[in-house]
């Protein structure tokens, strides 16, 4: 079964718009990763935050993260049509291996 | 500096064949990983190496599937008497340290025909 679960499944948003998709996950973490996939080949690496960590900003994403909730929110601002692309959230849990624990995905595009 | 690559990007084979899939990691990263992502499904974990030991092999379908990393750099998954349930994306990813940010290659496009 899959530890994080992202919502919605697929938003679609014009130029300059924002863009949040969250993650739920459920069991205790040491880290949370965002990451992107274009075309359903390579992984980016998008942002880390760690368990003691309640956000973290790089350019234009923000990612939040409430242990006490049990999830995670990814927010894109002032978003692009290269920002089209399918978006991952994956859990490091806590007292497991070093392995990752993807969610489904949530499919954006972005609109010109 | 390079990124973690795999090859071949794309592999076609029969059922039945023997396989092997390549991932070069990140120069310096002592852990490796592999996953396997099957169309519309996010990545799903099969082994983690840290050096040349297997530290999880929890996800490794079966015992058709193998992985090794002999001198704890280079890492080859090999898929023996391939079905046509193995067809699939398959990702390396490497990292630095423990609990470090995983860096992913592009993936080799397995399809069993």
């Known amino acids: 079964s899959q530890q994080g679960e992202e919502d919605p499944q697929a938003l679609s948003i014009q130029e300059g718009e924002n863009a949040t998709m969250n993650c739920s996950y459920k069991?205790?973490?040491?880290?949370l990763q965002w990451y992107r996939q274009n075309s359903g080949r390579g992984l980016v690496h998008l942002i880390l935050i760690r368990s003691n960590e309640r956000e973290k900003h790089s350019g234009r994403l923000r990612v939040t993260l409430d242990t006490s909730k049990k999830s995670s929110s990814l927010l894109i601002t002032a978003s692009r049509a290269a920002d089209t692309a399918s978006y991952f959230c994956a859990t490091d849990i806590q007292g497991g291996s070093e392995k990752l624990v993807f969610g489904k995905g949530t499919k954006l595009t972005v609109n010109p | 500096g390079a990124g973690v690559s795999q090859t071949p990007s794309n592999k076609v084979t029969e059922k039945g064949k023997y396989v092997e899939l390549r991932c070069d990691p990140i120069s310096g990263h002592t852990a490796l990983y592999w996953y396997r992502q099957s169309l519309g499904q996010g990545p799903e974990f099969l082994i983690y190496f840290q050096g040349t030991g297997a530290a999880d092999d929890s996800g490794l379908p079966n015992d058709r599937f193998f992985a090794v990393r002999p001198e704890g750099s280079v890492s080859t998954l090999k898929i023996q008497r391939t079905e046509r349930g193995d067809s699939a994306v398959y990702l390396c990813?490497?990292?630095?340290?423990?609990?470090?940010?995983?860096?992913f290659g592009p993936g080799t496009r397995l399809t069993v025909l």
């Open positions: 990813a490497s990292s630095f340290i423990r609990e470090d940010t995983q860096y």
């Open positions: 069991t205790s973490i040491n880290n």
